[in-house]
């Protein structure tokens, strides 16, 4: 056989059959050509006694011949395997050209079977699997690996579809599509139909025979390999979703009416700048050094004067961005097409805001105290603001603006498909479809996980855990008051990061995130992994950086306490400490009076660790230097402080001098002569100063700054010293002697842990901007609100890249369904939610609730449903799937009697207390111990005051009365007053400021200062999240009572009527979330303050339910609660 006789493309399917095959020589008749005819596959048929060869030629012509054997062990051969009715495949294996014959190799059938088009999917596992068989090097992508697949298993035809060849079992017939092992070139896989559609599954090489029993066929198909990847599948759903969205479904579709709402949004934005109004000013000047505060002088008045002295007064804050050119919207020159809303106003980026402190428009000054912000990571350092000379002043719209582009973003990213997990879309939409399920199960517990509880999580905690942490997308933990959502999260980072470990990808691969700063602060307050804090990332340095400080004192703390456990430590640490103290002086040399300060820390640091020689000397160094410090002349007195606080006081800023300049400059010239200090020539211009009385400011205040200022040097010691210190040689001689002596004790072999320990301790005690460095580089979250989530400062902090593996968001259900949004785009892997739908929900902008509220009440109904309430909803109730969402049930804040209280009116019951009593009494004076408390104030002690606000002041009154009574005298007790109206907040620091508890604090207050921060006061939006001792529920609402019930409702009293009294007369207490709230921050004692014949009466709502119960609970003989009348 030569060279040009070697195997074809056809013969790969004989290659593949898993069946030996009989061999017979049959004659090839004169003129049938040769030529490729090895490895071409022919066919035989037979009809009574004759055998039909059908061969096709390499020029695709057909040839057919009777088939002649050579011999007769041929035709037996021949007529033994082939019938009339039986299946063969045969293949030319040899030709013998001399003598006109070819040797076949025919393979033994179950059937050819016809099975028409079939499409196969194949999944993450089978492709896998693929990959690793064709080498993931030579084959790239999932549309190539699906190619090799299908040229490994079909074979092709001379004519018509591909070739399968299938294993039948025992009694298995291949008439039809069916599930069927399958064999392909060097590969098997198994063909199997599930819901509705075929997949290949189980790819492995296999090129053995088939076992006893099984029977070969070869199956014509129009097979079609296509990518069933979870990924890909959600891919197409999130496409046909989209489909829908942008057709004539869309309008009622969460996502719809989102979009809607932000629209309604951006056009409210514009509508608000229009109607605020402009100030124009000529000019403007700082009225401090830090050049914080700036007074613009302002052209005419305007509008714009009212709405800011209505604000003023209505204690608000006001905010105005200076701009150079007047926006469209206020009669500047059109820039666009079609107004729309703030997004489509052509603004200036970068615009100076700050908030109005004072504004007088008689004089025509508006004073603003500015805005400082970051430009950059690189550039740290703030600058003053520096507006335009003349320009504008207009409401600040930049923060609306940038929150409007920040939805706009995630939305776009959300609709354009641009989203790492596209099944976010179709969740979003009420559709609950599952992401690709983890290929190994992560176990919920770890020793490091166990240490972030309080007490050994209970089973339910552990199930959020595992929940979270193998979830194929998104988890939704729901947590009760008091259940340790937070201790949850925090166990949840440490086994992310650990997990994250074995691929080696822990670095800021977390995203932390709330709806505000607060929420956040509180988040990373609790936050530690691997040795490591959360670090908070915003463009303004809002919230805490508590707890990084306590993170640093107590790793401090733990390093010195490390080193001075052992020698070699103690020794690292005083030669680095006495090594810097060496440097600085002779970089610094300082005077003696220092030095004797300086040589003494030195015989601290080492006492006990160098030789006897070297301590006297240290010693006698020491006091040599005190007695000359004893013995200098110069001294800081009285007079020279009062002289400091003068020249301070030189008024050198125009503004300023006009006030009090000349006042001023004779006061400091007054003690510059009694002190004899400065040069003539700095005294004439302080005089000159004095003496000033024209109405505008001098021309020489920069002279008269420069001299201030060297006038300041001086009396601080920096120019009016005699001579500079020189260093002294003696006294680095020693030093020098102290560190190699230290260094000899050390030994030569103990470098290594204790000198990075002693670098590392050196760098936090020495060096923040090097911990925060660190921090940044190292920490395993980030954390941000969920707006900040897309800023730049986010990006930055993440090298530029803005997808997390992880976004955790806490109090969930607060965030607007588009502010949450936004992180939900940046998660590649997994989101967590964590919150609860029965406390507070998320805002909608007032503007526009009030137009929805006009005609599309049913649109308002669907916008005020929480996301997360949706979400938990939809996976606790309709997942299909492994479990998503997960309720916490035990509760460990309260008092098990509140406790239980709460899980009865709020969680349907389902809320346990497992701590009991344990650990809640409070001992408070006259209250018998009881958990529970209703202090009685009768309407006939005064009722409610009528206003946009309500407020009661005779309940604000009992209310200060009561923490008078127990505040001072309990310093072991938190305490914390809340109500539901901010006018009625008001009062209560109003009375409390009365009784000596507070005391005004600028435009509020603040507690005093023996009270400390164990007194809180606030509105129910103020205390998601708190927790305290005793909390006062001030329920503030007292009006006349309607005479009949609602069940009693008729002509003369039509219902009607009763529901608007309803409404009027109770407001906010009608809310089950915000009473969830407010009747869920004790841990000891909740004493309810309020008028009882409101809840009482047959007259009140079903939605005041709660304080009904909670008075009968209250009740004479009740051994949970108490009942008290309004004390004198």
């Not at 508006?366 to 430009?375: F, G, L, N, S, Y």
């Not at 920490?779 to 609100?785: F, R």
């Not at 001072?968 to 539901?980: E, K, M, N, Q």
């Not at 007259?1099 to 009348?1125: K, Q, T």
Request: proline content about 5%; glycine content about 8%; aromatic content about 6%.
């Amino acid at each position: 056989m030569n060279a040009a006789q070697q195997e074809t493309e056809p013969d790969r399917l004989a290659g593949a059959l898993p069946v030996p095959p009989e061999f017979a020589w049959v004659e090839l008749p004169s003129g049938v050509p040769t030529d490729g005819l090895i490895g071409r596959e022919i066919s035989l048929v037979r009809i009574g006694p004759t055998i039909t060869v059908t061969q096709h030629g390499h020029d695709g012509a057909e040839h057919e011949y009777l088939a002649r054997g050579r011999g007769d062990a041929d035709n037996d051969a021949l007529f033994s395997l082939i019938s009339e009715d039986g299946h063969v495949a045969a293949f030319v294996k040899e030709i013998d050209a001399t003598g006109g014959w070819i040797r076949l190799g025919i393979y033994e059938l179950a059937g050819r079977y016809h099975w028409g088009g079939l499409r196969v999917g194949v999944d993450e596992v089978a492709l896998r699997a693929v990959r690793r068989i064709a080498g993931a090097n030579n084959v790239r992508g999932v549309h190539r690996l699906l190619e090799w697949l299908s040229r490994q298993l079909t074979f092709p035809s001379s004519a018509g579809p591909r070739r399968l060849i299938a294993i039948l079992a025992p009694g298995q017939d291949g008439a039809g599509p069916i599930s069927v092992r399958l064999r392909g070139d060097g590969i098997a896989a198994q063909l199997s139909k599930s819901d509705g559609e075929w997949r290949l599954e189980a790819v492995h090489r296999d090129a053995s025979p088939v076992r006893d029993g099984d029977r070969v066929a070869i199956v014509h198909a129009d097979v079609e390999l296509f990518d069933a990847t979870v990924k890909t599948r959600l891919r197409h759903a999130m496409r046909d979703e989209l489909t829908r969205f942008k057709g004539d479904e869309r309008d009622r579709t969460f996502l719809a009416l989102w979009q809607r709402y932000h629209e309604m949004e951006n056009r409210q934005g514009l509508r608000r700048m229009a109607d605020y109004g402009h100030l124009q000013y000529s000019g403007w000047s700082y009225l401090d050094d830090a050049e914080d505060i700036i007074r613009f002088t302002v052209v005419g008045d305007g509008k714009a004067f009212q709405r800011i002295h209505d604000e003023l007064d209505a204690g608000q804050e006001v905010q105005l961005e200076c701009a150079t050119e007047l926006p469209e919207a206020l009669g500047g020159a059109a820039r666009t097409a079609e107004p729309g809303g703030l997004l489509e106003q052509d603004l200036a980026h970068g615009n100076e805001v700050g908030t109005v402190l004072h504004m007088d428009a008689s004089s025509g000054v508006v004073d603003i105290r500015m805005v400082r912000r970051h430009r950059s990571q690189e550039e740290r350092t703030d600058r003053g603001a520096h507006p335009p000379r003349q320009g504008f002043l207009h409401i600040a719209v930049w923060g609306d603006r940038r929150r409007l582009e920040r939805r706009q973003r995630a939305l776009r990213r959300l609709l354009n498909g641009h989203v790492p997990l596209p099944q976010l879309l179709l969740l979003l939409q009420g559709i609950p479809e599952r992401g690709k399920e983890p290929g190994r199960r992560i176990p919920p517990m770890s020793e490091a996980a166990a240490k972030c509880f309080k007490k050994p999580p209970n089973e339910m905690q552990k199930l959020a855990l595992e929940t979270a942490l193998n979830t194929p997308d998104v988890a939704v933990i729901q947590g009760p008051p008091g259940t340790g959502k937070t201790q949850l999260i925090a166990a949840l980072q440490v086994r992310l990061a650990e997990e994250r470990r074995r691929s080696a990808v822990v670095s800021r691969s977390m995203l932390l995130t709330s709806y505000q700063h607060a929420a956040v602060d509180n988040l990373v307050e609790r936050s530690t992994v691997r040795g490591l804090p959360a670090l908070k990332i915003d463009s303004q340095d809002r919230g805490s950086t508590a707890h990084i400080e306590r993170w640093r004192t107590e790793t401090i703390t733990a390093l010195k306490r490390d080193l001075s456990g052992t020698a070699e430590g103690r020794l690292a640490a005083a030669i680095r400490l006495v090594a810097r103290r060496t440097a600085a002086y002779c970089a610094s040399p300082v005077a003696a009076e220092d030095l004797a300060q300086v040589v003494g820390e030195v015989a601290g640091i080492v006492d006990g660790l160098v030789s006897d020689p070297l301590r006297e000397r240290l010693e006698a160094l020491g006091m040599e230097l005190r007695t000359a410090e004893r013995s200098a002349t110069f001294r800081a007195d009285s007079r020279r402080e009062s002289t400091l606080r003068a020249v301070r006081g030189i008024r050198c800023v125009p503004v300023a001098f006009t006030d009090d300049g000349p006042q001023m400059a004779a006061t400091a010239l007054q003690h510059l002569r009694q002190l004899a200090v400065g040069d003539e020539t700095h005294l004439d211009l302080i005089e000159r100063a004095a003496d000033w009385t024209a109405a505008e400011p001098p021309g020489f205040l920069g002279d008269l700054a420069e001299a201030r200022d060297q006038l300041l040097d001086r009396l601080t010691g920096g120019a009016d010293r005699l001579v500079r210190p020189a260093v002294r040689e003696d006294v680095v001689d020693l030093l020098n002697d102290v560190i190699e002596d230290l260094e000899a004790r050390r030994g030569a072999d103990a470098e290594g842990v204790e000198s990075a320990l002693v670098e590392f301790l050196d760098e936090l005690e020495g060096d923040p901007e090097a911990v925060m460095a660190t921090l940044r580089l190292y920490t395993t979250s980030l954390a941000a609100t969920c707006q900040q989530a897309d800023s730049r400062a986010v990006r930055e902090a993440k090298d530029e890249e803005s997808l997390f593996d992880t976004v955790i968001v806490d109090e969930a259900a607060r965030a607007n369904p588009l502010d949450l949004l936004i992180p939900l785009t940046l998660a590649a892997r997994r989101v967590i939610l964590v919150g609860d739908q029965n406390q507070l929900p998320h805002m909608l902008e007032p503007d526009v609730e009030r137009e929805l509220r006009i005609g599309e009440d049913s649109i308002l109904a669907m916008l005020q449903e929480s996301l997360f309430g949706r979400m938990f909803t939809l996976l606790h109730e309709q997942d299909t799937g492994g479990r998503r969402a997960v309720r916490l049930n035990d509760q460990y804040r309260m008092h098990s009697v509140l406790g239980d209280f709460v899980g009865k009116h709020f969680y349907g019951g389902d809320l346990k207390s497992p701590r009991g009593t344990d650990g809640f009494t409070h001992d408070l004076d006259g209250y018998q111990e009881r958990p529970a408390a209703w202090l009685n104030v009768p309407h006939s002690a005064g009722g409610e005051h009528a206003g946009k606000s309500k407020a009661r002041p005779v309940e604000a009154r009992v209310v200060a009365a009561e923490l008078r009574r127990h505040v001072l005298a309990r310093p072991d007790l938190t305490f914390g007053v809340i109500s539901f109206y901010s006018a009625q907040v008001r009062l209560i620091w109003e009375e409390l400021v009365r009784v000596g508890l507070a005391e005004p604090e600028g435009a509020g207050y603040r507690t005093a200062d023996e009270v400390g921060d164990r007194l809180h006061v606030g509105t129910v939006d103020a205390f998601q999240g708190k927790e305290f001792d005793v909390v006062f529920l001030s329920t503030t609402r007292s009006s006349p009572i309607p005479e009949f019930a609602p069940e009693e409702a008729d002509a003369e009293n039509p219902r009607p009527r009763y529901e608007r009294w309803v409404k009027r007369a109770y407001g906010h207490l009608l809310l089950p979330n915000r009473l969830c709230v407010a009747m869920s921050r004790q841990q000891r004692l909740l004493v309810v303050v309020g008028d009882d014949a409101m809840f009482t009466n047959r007259a009140a709502p079903p939605g005041v339910r709660p304080f009904a119960d909670f008075r009968a609970l209250c009740s004479p003989g009740s051994m949970s609660g108490i009942l008290l009348g309004e004390r004198s």
